[in-house]
């Protein structure tokens, strides 16, 4: 892409960004119902859609709120989501660090799974991108990832008083989870912290102040790391 | 939820600061240090540690049964995961657990 300019660039961002639109639309969707059906106002299932733009922990959150755990257990649990993006935030230093301080806060609002992930794609398969043209590829993935995350929000909080009982939405936010976790279980450590997820965390349910989660999660961390070293000795 | 407003706002900001601070972390404040590599290890796991123990009690026992373990809504748990890693598609698990779910639910 010797000829290429940011403009462009940024078109093809936007483009590459464009089929992102089928995963991120259904799961805001869900959010903003879910919301809006645990008592959420409108404003405030925006507030988190736009302040925080990170559907899991979204969702971690208000199923909490809705089994009225602590405020500090329920802010644990969405950032332990969360946590993931500081190793986004890491990888995309190299690649974006140069820039100037705004322009990495406005990449950091919008340092998103699919963002990150495509980003990082096309910067290690065209190492010769200037710091210009990978700012306008980031900001053109963001054009309609970002945008649609909000409205498909708003539709689902709109939408979702509206829906009856015999539709069992309450079963949308297990179903998307495990929707966006199965693409995950791509090898054994990644199962064997999975499973380690879901054993401890039914049988530590009965853990005061629902921290069974945040232990389930730290444990399953360890396993799926460790897991990782043993298998990377073992090749 | 038995949550009052000013509470919920305010679990909506520090989740949000939290969230930003977090992803602005290396490209910011942190920046030009690198991230060791016991924590790349474990941070690679967060999403796969954490959703799925999220999940399991809501699959095992749901609300809307009052906590009964339904079969219905099992069925639907496996169909979305079987099919999301079959296909490594995330719109494709999800059609696949509603449609599980909207079939076994008149069933059982």
Not at chain 2, 20 to 43: C, N, V
Not at chain 2, 56 to 63: D, E, G, K, Q, R
Request: aromatic letters at 10%; charged letters at 10%.
């Amino acid at each position: 892409m010797a000829s290429s300019r940011p403009k462009t660039v940024y078109l093809r961002g936007v483009r590459d960004g464009l089929p992102f639109v089928l995963v991120v639309v259904p799961f805001a969707l869900v959010f903003g119902v879910v919301a809006v059906e645990a008592g959420l106002t409108l404003s405030q299932t925006m507030g988190f859609s736009v302040l925080v733009i990170a559907g899991a922990a979204q969702i971690a959150a208000l199923q909490l709120m809705v089994e009225n755990a602590p405020l500090l257990v329920i802010v644990a649990t969405a950032l332990a989501v969360n946590l993931r993006m500081a190793m986004y935030s890491a990888s995309l230093a190299p690649h974006l660090g140069a820039a100037p301080i705004w322009k990495r806060a406005v990449v950091a609002y919008l340092n998103v799974d699919q963002t990150y992930a495509m980003s990082m794609i096309r910067y290690e398969a065209e190492p010769g991108m200037t710091i210009s043209e990978k700012l306008a590829y980031f900001f053109g993935l963001a054009t309609p990832v970002v945008p649609l995350w909000y409205a498909a929000s708003l539709v689902g909080a709109v939408a979702g008083a509206r829906f009856p009982d015999w539709l069992a939405l309450d079963f949308a936010v297990p179903i998307t989870f495990l929707a966006l976790v199965a693409p995950m279980l791509k090898s054994l450590a990644h199962v064997a912290a999975a499973l380690t997820s879901v054993v401890l965390a039914l049988t530590l349910a009965g853990l005061p102040f629902n921290t069974g989660l945040l232990v389930a999660g730290f444990c399953a961390m360890l396993v799926g790391a460790g897991v990782e070293v043993m298998m990377e000795r073992r090749a | 939820m038995s949550l009052s407003a000013p509470e919920i706002w305010a679990l909506i900001a520090v989740i949000g600061l939290g969230t930003y601070l977090i992803r602005f972390s290396f490209l910011g404040l942190l920046a030009g240090r690198d991230i060791p590599g016991w924590a790349l290890r474990l941070l690679r796991y967060t999403p796969v540690a954490v959703i799925p123990g999220l999940v399991a009690p809501l699959v095992v026992w749901p609300a809307a049964t009052g906590g009964t373990p339904d079969p219905a809504r099992m069925i639907a748990a496996i169909a979305t995961l079987a099919v999301g890693a079959w296909t490594r598609n995330l719109l494709a698990g999800i059609l696949a657990g509603g449609a599980a779910l909207y079939l076994s639910l008149p069933v059982f």
